[in-house]
C-alpha cells in the first residue's frame, strides 16, 4: 500500500493542468468521493496495526498535496481567463418597467408608527387568531356581550371550553403585554383584525388597526387628549379639529370616540362622514381597573389610557378616497397614484 501511495504522489508532483477541464478531470480521480484518495481510506483498514500510523500520515500527505495542486491550478486558469462575460438578459422587454410603489395602508401604517415613535410608543405584535380570554374575557367582556355573536366575530372552532376566533381588534396584543411586561408600558399593536360585517364603501369584513396602550402611575384623561391631538395634528395637518364624545367599551371607563375634520370634503359634508364635517376615526378612554387586575397589574398603583384606529379610515382622510373596498381590490391604476416617504 505503501507503494501505491508513492506512486500517486508522484502522479500529483508531476501533474499540470492547460485547461479547466483537465483540471477537472484530476479533481475527480483525484479528490473525488469515488477517487483514488478515497479508495486509499477505504483499505486503510485493512492495513496491520502496527503501521497505521505510517500509512496514516502518508495518505494525509497525499490528499493535502493534491489539494494544494487542485487550488493553486485553479486560481492560475482563473487568471487566464479573458473570455467577455455576457450580463446581458436577453429575455428582457425592450420597454422599461415602472417600479412599483408601496400600498396606501401600509404607507399609513408606517406613518402611525412613526408618528408615535417620536414620544417613545415601541410596538408589539400578537397572533390573528386568538383564544377567548385575550381576545375578549381579559377585556372585560361579559359572556352576554353582542360582540360574541357570530354576526360580528369569525370563530373558528369551540373545544367545548374555550372558543377560538379571529382577532376583532389588536387588543389582545395589549393584554399580552401587560401580561409579560411590568409597566411603565406604552406600546402601540398594528395588524389585521376581522369582523363579520357587510362590505361597503366605509366597511369591510377584515381591516387594518394600530392600538395604542400607555400604563404608568398618575395617568390621566388629559394625557389621553394630548397624546391624540399631537397624533390628529401630525397626520392631517395643524388646521385639523378634533373632538371626542362620551362612548361606550367594555375594557375603558371612561370611554370616548375621536372625531377629526374630515379632510375629504374639508368639513362641508359629503358621504364618507355623512354629511357632518367629522369622521370618526377611532375609540378611546382610560383603561378600566378590571382589565389592569385581568393582566396582574396593580390598579391602585398603576392607570392607563388606550386608543384604537382603522388604518383604512386614516388614508381616506389622508388620500380623500371615498370607499375602502379600493384598498383591497388590487387595481393597479389606482395603487400606482401612492408615494411613500418612507
Given amino acids: ?94 420597454t422599461p418597467v415602472k417600479l412599483g410603489s408601496r400600498h396606501p395602508i ?19 405584535e400578537g397572533p390573528e387568531i386568538e383564544d377567548d380570554w385575550h381576545n375578549f374575557s381579559a377585556l372585560n367582556f361579559p359572556l352576554e356581550h353582542p360582540a360574541r355573536d357570530m354576526q360580528d366575530t369569525f370563530f373558528v372552532e369551540s373545544d367545548g371550553e374555550e372558543e377560538i376566533a379571529l382577532r376583532t381588534h389588536t387588543s389582545s396584543v395589549q393584554v399580552r403585554m401587560m401580561e409579560n411586561t411590568k409597566p411603565p408600558i406604552r406600546t402601540l399593536s398594528p395588524g389585521r383584525v376581522y369582523r363579520n360585517e357587510a362590505i361597503s364603501a ?20 388629559a394625557d389621553l387628549k394630548q397624546t391624540l391631538m399631537y ?15 362620551p362612548s361606550y367599551f367594555p375594557f375603558t371607563e371612561p370611554s370616548a370616540e375621536m372625531d377629526v375634520s374630515c379632510s375629504v370634503c374639508n368639513s362641508k359634508g359629503c358621504n364618507v362622514c355623512k354629511y357632518t364635517g367629522y369622521l370618526e376615526i377611532m375609540g378611546c378612554g382610560m383603561v ?28 381616506m382622510l389622508k388620500y380623500k378616497v371615498n370607499d375602502l373596498r379600493l384598498y383591497s381590490e388590487g387595481d393597479v391604476r389606482f395603487l400606482e397614484q401612492f408615494k411613500s416617504a418612507f
Fill in 1 to 94: 500500500m505503501k507503494e501505491k501511495i508513492k506512486k500517486l504522489l508522484s502522479e500529483v508532483e508531476n501533474f499540470k493542468a492547460g485547461s479547466k477541464e483537465e483540471l477537472e478531470d484530476f479533481r475527480i480521480e483525484m479528490l473525488g468521493s469515488k477517487g483514488k484518495i478515497k479508495d486509499l481510506f477505504s483499505d486503510f483498514r485493512t492495513v496491520p496495526n502496527e503501521n497505521k500510523k505510517e500509512v496514516g500520515q502518508l495518505i494525509n500527505t497525499l490528499k493535502v498535496k493534491a489539494q494544494d495542486k487542485f487550488d493553486a491550478f485553479k486560481e492560475s486558469l482563473a487568471g487566464n481567463d479573458t473570455s467577455v462575460k455576457d450580463d446581458l438578459d436577453l429575455s428582457r422587454t425592450g
Fill in 288 to 315: 378600566d381597573p378590571n382589565v389592569l387586575e385581568n393582566c396582574g397589574i396593580d390598579s391602585k398603583k398603576y392607570s392607563g389610557f388606550a386608543f384604537g384606529m382603522g388604518v383604512e379610515r386614516i388614508a
Fill in 202 to 221: 366605509r366597511a369591510h369584513c377584515f381591516f387594518h388597526q394600530v392600538e395604542g396602550l400607555y400604563i404608568a402611575e398618575n395617568v390621566s384623561f
Fill in 106 to 124: 401600509s404607507i399609513v401604517r408606517t406613518e402611525i408608527i412613526d408618528i408615535f415613535s417620536r414620544i417613545g410608543f415601541t410596538v408589539s
Fill in 231 to 245: 397624533f390628529a395634528k401630525e397626520m392631517f395637518g395643524e388646521e385639523t379639529k378634533i373632538r371626542l364624545r
